[in-house]
Antibody, heavy 120, light 110 residues
């Protein structure tokens, strides 16, 4: 089955940006959509956005629209999520997940998560 | 925006049945997905499209969706089922759509 491997932990200063990566491997059926979700210490899950691997089309949550960019490299099966203007409230574990049944479907395979800490 | 409400916690004895609800306005009109998250681990999909199980998920996990509540049922609960459970839907009430997650339910096996 599909594997999702994410990049390592990050420590960032307020006001800077972070770029996370997420590489998929294994069998891929259909046209997967790579999703980004974060989870704060309160354990709340929050959707950030997605990218359709085939077309490169993106869709972002309204909350993040002005400061998030999701891209992908089809040749390497890697998706990226860049979040700018970081604040302490962005400290969270960021997950990448693959949705194999198209946009708006379930998140079928998740990466292990990347802890992003924003601190001065 | 659309809100999904779950009970914060559910306690169940081994071998018994755990029932987790996910409340939302007319949720039956949406496809509901359920995730299990073990401590320190990433979420794992256990039910999709209201009541379908991914490969490898035991039949002890079942779900339904009716009216204003979706339900995840874990039969013959085992110690390994102790985890947080989240429901999720796709919300079309805003133009571009958005995923919405429930507040999460911690299942404790007594």
């Amino acid at each position: 089955q599909m594997q999702v491997e994410q990049s390592g932990p990050e420590v960032k200063k307020p006001g800077t940006s972070v770029k996370l990566s997420c590489k998929t491997s294994g069998p891929t059926l259909g046209n997967p959509v790579m999703q980004w979700v974060r989870q704060d210490r309160g354990q709340r899950l929050e959707w950030i956005g997605w990218i359709v691997v085939g077309s490169g089309n993106t869709n972002y949550a309204q909350k993040f629209q002005k400061r998030v960019t999701i891209t992908r490299d089809k040749s390497t099966g890697t998706a990226y999520m860049e979040l700018s203007s970081l604040g302490s409230e962005d400290t969270a574990v960021y997950y990448c997940a693959a949705a194999l049944r198209g946009i708006a479907s379930s998140l079928d395979f998740w990466g292990q998560g990347t802890l992003v800490t924003v601190s001065s | 925006s659309y809100v999904l409400t779950q009970p914060p916690s559910v306690s169940v004895a081994p071998g018994q049945t755990a029932t987790i609800t996910c409340g939302g306005d007319n949720i039956e009109s949406r496809s509901v997905h359920w995730y299990q998250q073990q401590p320190g681990q990433a979420p794992v999909l256990v039910v999709y499209d209201d009541n379908a199980r991914p490969s490898g998920i035991p039949a002890r996990f079942s779900a339904s969706n009716s009216g204003n509540a979706a339900t995840l049922t874990i039969s013959r609960v085992e110690a390994g089922d102790e985890a947080d459970y989240y429901c999720q839907v796709w919300d079309t009430s805003i133009t571009s759509g958005s995923y919405v997650f429930g507040t999460g339910t911690k299942v404790t096996v007594l």
